[in-house]
């Protein structure tokens, strides 16, 4: 569309919706009770009488009702499927052409981001279930489960490892009704509504959002964490407070292929436990007195969980001697694992 055109059509879109409270009051009440005269809509609303006629001639001039000259004057209700029907069109057209035109946005990463805005809130959930290579982690309600079902299958296929917690579990679709294999590897209920919406994707990057923010709550918020070292906290607040808290509603018994990766030390050690025979690790991670890079490898000698998950023990047998691995801010162990490779011949390379 010529810019000519793109404007004129523009400024139509913008003339009719331009409406003032007085238009958007009487333009209600009339489309509520089909017929009005100007003295009823007076009683109806709170527009002054004087104010009345002028508000009325502005809604015919845009088709929004029908004036009817007579004494009194009827205002007459039309149907905003006739009278919106060539505006959805031009509108379409025009959100066509100006998305031709739309040249996005550089987004520069920050490490921790604070937004308000439902949409961006839910872009990021987007972005992030997007962003997963190996490793996906999920607190979800079950309408947004149903908004992503399609990008999780996708997900899913693509042999990313999925978790999902749903709340409340009453609202969670019957798994005897909904395919939960198809989305996730792992799937938990959790009752109430109090449980936030949460994401973590390879264990950095990640959000958490309360759940009237997701809703579009003005006051309400989400905190991003965009490959920041405090992403660990919503991994280690899921793992802990949230996912030993629910029910299994759905599990992936298959096999379990290697060699495989993990963001996440607990879902690691949750794998392993419940296998038999050897395992051989590369943990890529820092040593936790000095800081530096240290890249572990061997065999994997012991993996077990404390009470609730809060301690979570992963032993790896090196030729040096045994190296306690620990997820991020490690304090006891010997290294901070940001990453794990599990393979069962060999440490798997990168």
Request: aromatic fraction near 8%; include cysteine.
């Amino acid at each position: 569309m010529p810019t000519d055109d793109l404007e004129a059509a523009l400024d139509e879109v913008i003339s009719r919706f331009n409406l003032g409270e007085y238009e958007i009051t009487a333009y209600l009440a009339v489309l509520q009770h089909g017929e009005l005269t100007a003295s009823e809509i007076a009683e109806r609303t709170d527009i002054p009488q004087p104010r009345v006629y002028d508000t009325v001639r502005s809604l015919g001039e845009v088709g929004l009702v029908e004036l009817k000259e007579s004494r009194p004057m009827k205002v007459l209700a039309i149907d905003p499927r006739e009278s919106f029907g060539d505006i959805q069109n031009s509108l379409d057209e025009l959100v066509s052409d100006l998305s031709a035109r739309y040249t996005a946005p550089a987004r520069e990463p920050e490490a921790v981001s604070l937004v308000k805005s439902r949409p961006t809130i839910l872009r990021y959930l987007a972005d992030i279930i997007d962003a997963a290579e190996y490793e996906l982690m999920l607190s979800l309600t079950p309408s947004l489960l149903e908004r992503f079902e399609s990008t999780l299958r996708g997900r899913r296929e693509a042999g990313i490892a999925t978790e999902i917690l749903l709340s409340p579990t009453a609202d969670a679709p019957d798994p005897a009704d909904f395919d939960y294999d198809a989305v996730a590897t792992r799937v938990k209920g959790r009752r109430g509504i109090t449980t936030p919406v949460v994401a973590v994707a390879d264990g950095e990057y990640s959000m958490y959002a309360t759940r009237e923010s997701v809703r579009g709550a003005a006051d309400r918020y989400g905190v991003i964490f965009n490959r920041s070292e405090l992403g660990f906290l919503v991994s280690a607040f899921l793992n802990t407070v949230l996912w030993t808290t629910a029910d299994e509603l759905a599990s992936d018994d298959s096999e379990l292929h290697f060699p495989r990766r993990y963001g996440t030390i607990r879902r690691c050690i949750s794998d392993l436990a419940a296998l038999d025979g050897e395992f051989y690790a590369t943990i890529e991670g820092r040593e936790v007195e000095s800081g530096e890079s240290w890249v572990v490898e061997g065999r994997v000698e012991e993996v077990s969980f404390g009470p609730n998950r809060e301690v979570a023990t992963l032993v790896v047998m090196t030729e040096d001697g045994p190296v306690d691995v620990g997820g991020q801010v490690a304090a006891y162990e010997d290294i901070e694992a940001y990453e794990i490779r599990v393979g069962r011949d060999a440490p798997p390379s990168g």
